[in-house]
Nanobody
């Protein structure tokens, strides 16, 4: 049974930092590209960042470039999203997703094979 579990969310002040973590089990982790998405109330889900299964390539949404960094540790079946200089508009539910797409990245949720349950990130002004 595949499980994808996010952790590390919470409340942070604007300008602060937070790292969210996603651990997957029940799948060959290094066969999967991993992505982070978020959805704020009343808004559509957006793809924030992705890392290829080998970690050789990364994708970032323009609004988070330079502030968010994705990384993965295949030995731990874990992907991280380090976020700095957080802004109130970063407040959302953050979701981790896995997609078996070869050594490519994805920014569409429709591509994902598995999802985590989501974790709340709240940035106060």
């Amino acid at each position: 049974q595949v499980q994808v579990v996010e952790s590390g969310g919470g409340l942070v002040q604007a300008g602060g930092s937070l790292r969210v973590t996603c651990t997957a089990s029940g799948l060959p982790f290094d066969d999967y590209a991993m992505g982070w998405f978020r959805q704020a109330p009343g808004k559509e889900r957006e793809g924030l960042s992705c890392i290829t299964r080998t970690g050789h390539a990364r994708y970032y949404l323009n609004s988070v470039k330079g502030r968010f960094t994705i990384s993965r540790d295949n030995a731990k079946n874990t992907v991280y999203l380090q976020m700095i200089d957080l802004k109130p508009e970063d407040t959302a539910m953050y979701y981790c997703a896995a997609a078996r797409i070869g050594d490519f990245c994805f920014d569409s949720g429709a591509t994902a094979d598995y999802w985590g349950q989501g974790i709340q990130v709240t940035v106060s002004s």
